[in-house]
């Protein structure tokens, strides 16, 4: 349903271009929840915002594109939308719940207002302001949220409301792909299991694609079907989530995996050596090599490829040979 391309993007800075996602190719499924973890500064963010087709200055896309194609149910004609013409699909094939997304909310207008805006730009402003405020009112009780709040101004929510209010908004036009980046962050851990389970029914009930960016192993975890491990600004792991958390194949993820807290295990965590590389410069051979307890010679010179390891596994790593 969306194709990542052979992506690489960069970001434009005074010291010049840094480079934030490199070549970067997966697919996104249909009806799925998807996840992208890694590092701070990994790239993951930047990613979602290119499936997005947010693309401005100072970031810009040096190569590759991002393809969405979606069949609608029931026939119809199928949209097939590439980079630079994504946001024709904003909001009803695709929508994106940004970091901070508590702070997005316009504290000047009242909740209501900001759902009607999105909705005067689906349909031209050929609904009433009572038509939109009783179909609001239902998805808000499909939802289980309080219809009060539309009468709010975002101050006057709690974080998780707002966080709630947002997510409703990304999905009220029903759209086949969600694309959230870290949509849990900076909530007490109660709210943040709320969240998740709303993101969870939510995509059984609809049926669409979910894309979770988060650091949060746990989140991922919980929540994910498929996940992408990111080490600077590339995949190098790609896999259902269950089979990745209990055979990791990248000594990245092994090692990320490794230094997660688990019930009734006492032995010390040991985090990973060490920072991730410049991206101001190319990296030649594994970006992991000054890091990695088991590189070798060939990780300083090659590269290596991210390829399918076995079925519905892909990692780069030359430690794991590419299925025959
Ligand atoms: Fe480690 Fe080499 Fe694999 Fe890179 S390619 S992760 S350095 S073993």
């Not at 194949?249 to 060490?274: C, F, N, S, W």
């Not at 590389?277 to 590189?295: A, D, H, N, T, Y």
Request: with cysteine; aromatic share 6%.
């Amino acid at each position: 349903m969306l194709r990542i391309e052979n992506v690489s993007a960069q970001y434009s800075t005074i010291k010049g271009p840094v480079a934030a996602v490199r070549n970067t190719s997966f697919d996104i499924l249909d009806n799925e929840i998807f996840g992208v973890a890694g590092e701070s500064g990994c790239g993951k963010s930047t990613l979602l915002k290119i499936m997005y087709d947010l693309v401005q200055f100072p970031l810009t896309l040096s190569g590759g594109k991002v393809v969405l194609e979606s069949r609608p149910e029931g026939g119809g004609q199928p949209l097939r939308l590439e980079s630079g013409n994504i946001p024709k699909a904003w909001w009803k094939y695709i929508s994106y719940i940004p970091q901070a997304a508590m702070s997005v909310l316009n504290p000047v207008y009242r909740v209501d207002e900001q759902f009607y805006e999105i909705i005067k730009r689906h349909h031209g402003g050929a609904q009433s302001k009572s038509q939109m405020r009783e179909q609001l009112s239902e998805y808000l009780t499909e939802l289980t949220l309080p219809v009060d709040i539309l009468d709010s101004y975002p101050h006057q929510l709690s974080g998780g409301m707002r966080q709630r209010v947002v997510i409703a908004m990304a999905t009220f036009m029903k759209p086949s792909m969600i694309l959230a980046d870290e949509p849990t962050t900076a909530l007490d851990v109660v709210v943040q299991r709320n969240i998740l389970m709303m993101l969870m029914e939510l995509q059984q009930k609809m049926g669409n694609t979910f894309v979770i960016v988060s650091h949060d192993m746990g989140v991922h975890y919980q929540i994910t079907k498929r996940l992408g491990i990111m080490y600077a600004g590339t995949m190098v792991e790609l896999g259902p989530t269950q089979e990745l958390f209990e055979d990791p194949l990248h000594p990245y993820t092994q090692m990320l995996i490794g230094a997660l807290p688990k019930v009734g295990d006492h032995r010390p965590k040991e985090g990973i050596p060490g920072s991730p590389p410049s991206l101001r410069q190319p990296i030649v051979g594994c970006s992991f090599e000054p890091r990695c307890p088991k590189r070798m010679e060939i990780c300083r010179r090659v590269d290596p490829p991210f390829v399918q390891v076995r079925s519905g596994r892909c990692c780069a790593c030359h430690l794991v040979p590419p299925q025959q």
